[in-house]
């Protein structure tokens, strides 16, 4: 079992950056593969990142390849996710998760409850 908990959301104007947080209390984080996910208003539940348990094997959606980076800090049980270049496309309620790949499927098991992030023109 694993709790997580987003924080590092707001607002900010586009071009601008910003790092969110997730704090994970339970298992370590190295036992997982670890993910962000985003919701915009009407619509579904979008991929963005994956990072594996060994902190390596990053995974990208297209729409953030070269702007946003995953990364993650087993010892603290800390997930990251900077973003740079940030467009209004970009907003969304922002989601970690943790999983397990398996049988080449990910199953993300345990999510936050998301942390908002508003990208201004």
């Known amino acids: 079992q694993v709790q997580l908990v987003e924080s590092g959301g707001g607002l900010v104007q586009a071009g601008g950056s910003l790092r969110l947080s997730c704090a994970a209390s339970?298992?370590?984080?190295?036992?997982?593969?670890m993910g962000w996910f985003r919701q915009a208003p009407g619509k579904e539940r979008e991929f963005v990142a994956r990072?594996?348990?060994?902190?390596?094997?990053?995974y990208y959606v297209d729409s953030v390849k070269g702007r946003f980076t995953i990364s993650r800090e087993n010892a603290k049980k800390l997930l990251y996710l900077q973003m740079a270049s940030l467009q209004p496309e970009d907003t969304a309620v922002y989601y970690c998760a943790a999983g397990s790949l398996v049988a080449g499927i990910y199953y993300w098991n345990y999510w936050g409850q998301g942390t908002q992030v508003t990208v201004s023109s």
């Open positions: 990072l594996a348990g060994s902190g390596t094997d990053t």
């Open positions: 339970g298992r370590m984080l190295s036992s997982y593969t």
